[in-house]
């Protein structure tokens, strides 16, 4: 069973930045898309930023410019670096990895951005 593991979310200060990370438990073949989504309480989950396999990577306007979605092949990890954090950003972020016959998601992490 293929788990994928987020960390490096947590509290920070509006202005700042943090690294999330999402690491596979296997190497795993067929991905088309890596990406991340994030929800706030109450809504839906939603895309935040998305990489090809070409390494195209798409952003929801509200983020561009200030994330950047990146992939480690040899440590089987993908990562979204987050700067300028706003307190809107607060969310829980969820990695997923999306192909053929391939649909995995990590369980989440929180986000807080607040002075």
């Known amino acids: 069973q293929v788990q994928l593991v987020e960390s490096g979310g947590g509290l920070v200060q509006p202005g700042g930045s943090l690294r999330l990370s999402c690491a596979a438990s296997?190497?795993?073949?067929?991905?088309?898309?890596m990406e991340w989504y994030r929800r706030v309480p109450g809504k839906r989950r939603d895309v935040v930023a998305i990489l090809s396999g070409s390494g195209f990577a798409t952003y929801v306007d509200s983020v561009r410019g200030r994330f950047t979605i990146t992939k480690d092949d040899a440590k089987n990890t993908m990562y979204l670096q987050m700067n300028s954090l706003k307190p809107e950003d607060t969310a829980v972020y969820y990695c997923?990895?999306?192909?053929?016959?391939?649909?995995?998601w990590g369980e989440g992490i929180q986000v807080t951005v607040s002075s």
């Open positions: 296997e190497r795993i073949f067929g991905v088309n898309t």
């Open positions: 997923r990895l999306n192909g053929v016959g391939i649909d995995y």
